[in-house]
Each structure stands twice: as structure tokens, then as C-alpha cells.
């Protein structure tokens, strides 16, 4: 689960008893609705939680990737529960974050099942490759 620091933790986010031990709940500056950032600002001036969502995003920015926008948005908020599951901080999002959040819910919906039998000699080979 990622979630927006700088601003009000949301009941929706895991385990949300364990903000109460947070010291950003104490501070004014953190704990309001908006906190740090204007409504509508965009999730892209949002700080998050820091985990692999937010790690594989900058990992992949900061390389020049060629995934488009959609991708990039999926990567760094496909754990963003609160968001796209439970509709909280939707007031942080401008219209393009409206528009790719769509993406990520045809994402987050996709049951795909994969047979691994039939994956396994391409991952072999990636790690055959390696050594």
C-alpha cells in the first residue's frame, strides 16, 4: 500500500492504526486535508510512500524510458489503494491524473492467468544469459 505524505492520512490506507504513532499526525503542517499541496496540483507534485511502486517509477524515469505516461502512472500507483479503490484523494488529481487512473483500473481488473510451464524456458534463458 502507498499513500500522499505532507498531508492527511486516510482511514483507507492498510493499517491505518499505525499513523496514530506517525509524529506527522501531530503537525499542523501534515495533517490537514491539503497539508502541503493545493487542490487539483496533480499527482506528479504529490510525494508518496516510498516502496517499490515509487522505486521501479524514478528507476525507470530516471532512465529515459520509452513506456508511455499511461505505464508510468500504473507503475507508481498500482498500490495506491486508497485512490483507485477506495476514491480518497481524488481532490490531489488534475485532469490528466483523471484520465490515466482509468488505465490503471483496467490494470488493477485484469485476471489474467498465466501458465507458468509455459513462461519458464523464457525466464530460464534470462537467467542463463546472466551467468
Not at 517509477?57 to 513506456?67: E, M
Not at 498500490?79 to 485532469?95: I, R, T
Request: glycine share 4%; hydrophobic share 35%.
Amino acid at each position: 500500500d502507498t499513500f500522499p505524505v505532507g498531508c492527511a492520512f486516510s482511514e483507507s490506507i492498510v493499517y491505518p492504526k499505525y499513523f496514530a504513532a506517525n509524529p506527522d499526525v501531530k503537525n499542523d503542517n501534515f495533517s490537514t486535508k491539503l497539508g502541503l499541496y493545493t487542490e487539483n496540483c496533480g499527482l506528479d507534485n504529490v510525494t508518496m510512500s516510498w516502496g517499490h511502486d515509487e522505486y521501479m517509477y524514478l528507476v525507470a524515469k530516471g532512465n529515459n524510458t520509452t513506456l508511455p505516461p499511461s505505464a508510468l502512472f500504473i507503475i507508481r500507483f498500482h498500490s495506491f489503494y486508497a485512490l483507485h479503490y477506495a476514491g480518497k484523494y481524488d481532490y490531489l488529481m488534475n485532469d490528466e491524473d483523471k484520465e490515466m487512473l482509468k488505465w490503471l483500473r483496467v490494470f488493477n481488473k485484469n485476471n489474467v492467468t498465466i501458465n507458468q510451464e509455459e513462461v519458464k524456458p523464457y525466464y530460464l534463458s534470462l537467467i542463463h544469459t546472466l551467468w
